[in-house]
């Protein structure tokens, strides 16, 4: 069956440093990669998306790589801030389907 | 605000009672989802409405009962659930490309479901 793995259900680094989350897939060829940051009690909201041709994606402080062969998706955020503190998402999606995974709660100590 | 909104905010029901759930988008997108978020489980996708009609609806049991009246309103309708439905129910919405694959997702900030 198709599975998503956020290697990490939580992370804490120190501001300023560069946080490094992973989304691995098993079984599931996506055309789209995506990575969203919820914060509690709200829905989540889309950062970057990045389609399966592609290596890298950037975005201000932000910054996605989709490696299709590794099967992996690497998101970072660079220089990062206590406002950085949330859960983060990734979503894989192709055709009509879409699927989470769990997501990693990511803390930004000053 | 992403352009979705959901009422209510916060609901607590009975087994025995109906209630809806209510979605509006007014980004102009034409797909419609309903997402279940229960704690420490990753998001649920239950259904799907492309153009109006509904294309998934994952394993969902009947006590769900989705409605799509026009491409901007989305609706929930429950009744007899169980306390397990118990979760953080999130409408999103997107603008699907012939070319396939669901393009980002907005979601609106959930309605925070108790069944007791």
């Known amino acids: 069956s198709q599975k998503i793995e956020q290697n990490s259900e939580a992370l804490n680094i120190q501001e300023g440093k560069t946080a490094t989350l992973t989304c691995n897939y098993t079984n599931y060829s996506p055309a789209y990669l995506q990575w969203y940051r919820q914060d509690p009690g709200r829905g989540p909201v889309f950062l970057l998306l990045i389609r399966e041709n592609e290596k890298e994606k950037r975005k201000e402080r932000l910054k996605v790589t989709f490696d299709t062969t590794l099967k992996q998706s690497l998101f970072h955020i660079t220089a990062s801030q206590p406002a950085d503190s949330a859960t983060y998402l990734c979503?894989?999606?192709?055709?009509?389907?879409?699927?989470f995974g769990s997501g990693t709660r990511l803390s930004i100590r000053p | 605000e992403t352009g979705v909104t959901q009422t209510p905010r916060h609901l607590v029901m009975g087994m025995t009672n109906k209630k809806s759930l209510k979605c509006e988008q007014h980004?102009?997108?034409?797909?419609m989802y309903w997402y279940k978020q229960s704690a420490k489980k990753p998001l649920e996708l239950m259904f799907v409405?492309?153009?109006?009609?509904?294309?998934e609806n994952n394993s969902v049991p009947s006590r769900f009962s989705p409605e799509c009246p026009n491409s901007s309103h989305l609706f929930l309708h429950l009744h007899t659930l169980q306390p397990e439905d118990s979760a953080l129910y999130l409408c999103?919405?997107?603008?699907?490309?012939?070319?396939?694959?669901?393009?980002?997702?907005?979601f609106g900030p959930g309605t925070r479901l108790t069944v007791t």
């Open positions: 979503a894989l999606s192709s055709a009509s389907k879409i699927i």
């Open positions: 999103a919405s997107s603008q699907v490309s012939l070319a396939g694959g669901p393009d980002e997702q907005y």
């Open positions: 409405y492309n153009f109006k009609e509904q294309t």
């Open positions: 980004l102009g997108h034409n797909a």
